[in-house]
């Protein structure tokens, strides 16, 4: 059980996917323009959520990094110590990806809000694969905490727990 929300609190870490986690159409323009075309702040960050969870979900820690300041924290709701930096956290995630497999995560229900040079992100994940090759389901909430550095929004604080069973 406790591997379970181990996990959970570390999809929360990451967890965001665009609609039901389809996969991206590649693009072959320079990323930092392509930010340019979307409609508001707020569709530009839901954009770069789902790209982040995208990338977490196959395990391409250098696209994932690209959304996160290097000095970024994560919280879990396991009581645990949290996470300040993005090597810290790298170490981790790569540590527990090693237990699970055929992972999908789904994101609902987001809202993003802005001021400034600041904005944070709440939304729902649930979450299906299999931990130490047995299926496992999980349901929880995100927030992120974006800062806008340069021309780019980026994560400075991950704050996910997972919801009990039951509840």
């Keep these: 059980m406790r591997k379970l929300f181990i996990l959970c609190c570390w999809i929360g870490c990451f967890a965001i996917s665009i609609g039901w986690a389809r996969p991206q159409k590649q693009q072959k323009t320079n990323p ?19 790209e982040m969870l995208g990338a977490w979900q196959v395990g391409d820690v250098e696209a994932m990094h690209k959304y996160y300041a290097d ?19 790298l170490q981790k995630y790569l540590q527990q990806r ?3 497999s055929n992972g999908q995560l789904i994101r609902k229900n987001t809202n993003v809000f802005h001021y ?7 939304y729902q994940w649930e979450f299906d694969g299999l931990v130490e090759g047995k299926p ?25 727990s997972q919801i009990c069973p039951g509840m």
Aim: with cysteine; proline share 1%; aromatic share 12%.
């Design 116 to 122: 400034g040079d600041t904005a944070w992100a709440c």
């Design 71 to 89: 000095d970024a924290t994560w919280v879990s709701g396991t009581y645990d110590m949290p996470i300040v930096g993005w090597q810290n956290y």
């Design 32 to 50: 930092a323009a392509s930010t340019s075309t979307f409609l508001s702040v707020s569709d530009e960050i839901d954009h770069d959520i789902g």
């Design 136 to 160: 496992t389901t999980a349901r929880g909430q995100t927030t992120l905490v974006f800062v806008k550095q340069g021309d780019q929004w980026l994560i400075v604080h991950n704050h996910t």
């Design 98 to 100: 090693k237990e699970f």
